[in-house]
Nanobody, 128 residues
Framework: QVPLVESGGALVQAGGSLRLSCTASGALRDRVISWFRHAPGEVRYFVAAITGSGSRTYYEDSLKDRMIVSRDKAKNTVYLEMNRMIPDDTAVYSC??????????????????????WGQGTQVIVSS
């Protein structure tokens, strides 16, 4: 079974909204799940994270006003809702499963080596 599968990537117009999904295998249902994005020519960039219980969320400061991360434990799925999208949101979005249900200190949520499994990514393109 593939550990993580993303879906929902699409071409959207600036100002629009999009919801991405990350379906995790049952073995990862209690892990931190995070979203990262990777634009051409740039490094991979942390977007948002949610703890294994779903009780806490963390965001990249510059994105927190437009992004909402949530999880449905019954479906083993984590969502990333993106609002008021801009062309700079164009990237491949990947979800990742952490090595634990939560991290301390919180800086670990944005650290790539906190994650053991990565999805293949889903392409998001925002047109101006």
């Amino acid at each position: 079974q593939v550990p993580l599968v993303e879906s929902g990537g699409a071409l959207v117009q600036a100002g629009g909204s999009l919801r991405l999904s990350c379906t995790a295998s049952g073995a990862l249902r209690d892990r931190v799940i995070s979203w990262f994005r990777h634009a051409p020519g740039e490094v991979r960039y942390f977007v948002a994270a949610i703890t294994g219980s779903g009780s806490r969320t963390y965001y990249e400061d510059s994105l927190k006003d437009r992004m909402i991360v949530s999880r449905d434990k019954a479906k083993n799925t984590v969502y990333l809702e993106m609002n008021r999208m801009i062309p700079d949101d164009t990237a491949v979005y990947s979800c990742a499963a952490g090595v634990a249900a939560s991290f301390s200190p919180t800086s670990l949520y944005s650290a790539e080596n906190s994650y053991a499994y990565w999805g293949q990514g889903t392409q998001v393109i925002v047109s101006s």
